[in-house]
């Protein structure tokens, strides 16, 4: 499945990370940065202590978040909840973010390579889930399905789970990442952009995120190596609400200049 045109990509997906919005004000925050701003979706980022050395957001603060934030209307609409999945046990918390209004559910393959099958977060076993499993588990539950990797993973490992038979065991979305997961605010590693490229030479029309340092500074080269969706965490919330309407819309502008 190679493309004829690398720089052929679906239409830009701008994605801010709310791990840099003001927690004191997170639900007004995340309606205006879709409402007000034109952001497309919202990018939560589940951090919980064991597979990242930080904690951050629990399925109740999706909850409180998603009652200010009306869901899409189609699959992959506006105001889609994109929940970065920071967790070693990507499996065991499906069900309770699908209750809390997550859209798209974005494990980690390193964590899906080396977790139990355990579906919720009482339940033990020594049962070893995978990634197609998960991915169809994720289906199954009524959400979109992704899966990321970090900097260290090299992009091949994406290649036998992307060519499943089965269309369930299929992501929706690849998320590169071009910072180590964990912290926001990080320095942009360019050095993930060919993985980028790579799987965007063999699927051109799959949704394809990178996440990590994106800012004007560095969204042309994102968006050269073919990315569609943006997260940008410091870049949007960093700047004063008058101008984040703006920045949001440079950031689409330069995504629809490199890949039409």
Not at 57 to 78: E, I, K, L, Q
Not at 133 to 153: D, S
Not at 176 to 187: A, E, L, W
Request: charge should be negative; include cysteine.
């Amino acid at each position: 499945m190679s493309s004829s045109s690398p720089l052929h990509h679906p239409p830009p997906i701008i994605a801010p990370s709310i791990l840099s919005a003001d927690f004191a004000r997170l639900g007004a925050e995340c309606a205006d940065t879709i409402e007000r701003h034109g952001a497309d979706w919202l990018h939560i980022d589940i951090m919980d202590g064991h597979f990242v050395p930080n904690i951050t957001f629990g399925a109740p603060v999706v909850t409180a978040v998603r009652s200010h934030v009306p869901r899409p209307v189609r699959r992959g609409g506006r105001g889609t909840f994109d929940c970065h999945m920071m967790v070693a046990e990507p499996k065991r918390w499906v069900k309770d973010f699908q209750a809390a209004g997550c859209d798209l559910y974005c494990f980690h393959y390193e964590a899906a390579v080396d977790s139990t099958a355990a579906s919720t977060p009482a339940e033990i076993t020594d049962r070893r889930t995978s990634p197609r499993e998960l991915i169809r588990f994720i289906h199954e539950h009524g959400m979109q399905a992704g899966i990321a990797l970090k900097p260290e993973t090299p992009v091949d490992v994406l290649w036998e789970i992307l060519e499943s038979g089965v269309e369930e065991e299929r992501p929706d979305m690849v998320l590169i990442m071009t910072v180590n997961p964990g912290f926001g605010g990080q320095k942009f590693m360019a050095s993930e952009l060919p993985k980028v490229r790579a799987v965007r030479d063999r699927y051109p029309d799959l949704n394809i995120e990178v996440d990590g340092g994106v800012g004007p500074k560095t969204i042309g080269q994102v968006a050269d190596a073919g990315a569609n969706v943006i997260v940008a965490g410091s870049a949007v919330f960093g700047v004063a609400a008058e101008e984040r309407e703006g920045l949001v819309r440079r950031l689409r502008e330069v995504v629809e200049g490199d890949g039409m």
